[in-house]
């Protein structure tokens, strides 16, 4: 299975961006780093669904509109099946990624 970094992107404004999805019959565990590239504060989201996107629960959200100077790192996700990350920022020239381990089931 796969390990390093999973996924990434580059967030555009004001949009919510599928980051990685876990692949069928795997787990993963995941580490989570948004990187603000401006030179001042933003807001960003992010999502843990237990699917594809599309409507975004409340319960989803582990990051809601937290302030970031620079970095804001989650670490130690566990992820199921198909599960989803997703993120969001109120500016653009923000990175996202993903990185760890997929494990077979």
């Known amino acids: 299975m796969a390990s390093g970094r999973l996924g990434a992107v580059d967030l555009a404004a ?3 961006t599928l980051v990685y999805t ?3 019959d795997t787990v993963a565990t995941v580490n989570i780093s948004m990187c603000n590239r401006n030179a001042i504060p933003i807001a960003v989201r992010l999502a843990h669904l237990d699917g594809a996107i599309g409507t975004i629960a409340v319960e989803d ?3 809601y509109d937290k302030s970031i100077n620079d970095v804001l790192e ?5 992820m199921s ?5 997703v993120a969001y ?3 653009a020239n923000v990175s996202v990624q ?4 997929e ?3």
């Open 14 to 16: 004001t949009t919510n």
């Open 22 to 24: 876990v692949p069928a």
């Open 61 to 63: 959200w582990i990051e």
């Open 74 to 78: 989650r670490t130690g996700v566990v």
């Open 81 to 85: 099946v198909g599960s989803t990350i």
């Open 89 to 91: 920022s109120d500016t």
């Open 98 to 101: 993903v990185w760890g381990w």
């Open 103 to 105: 494990e077979s089931i």
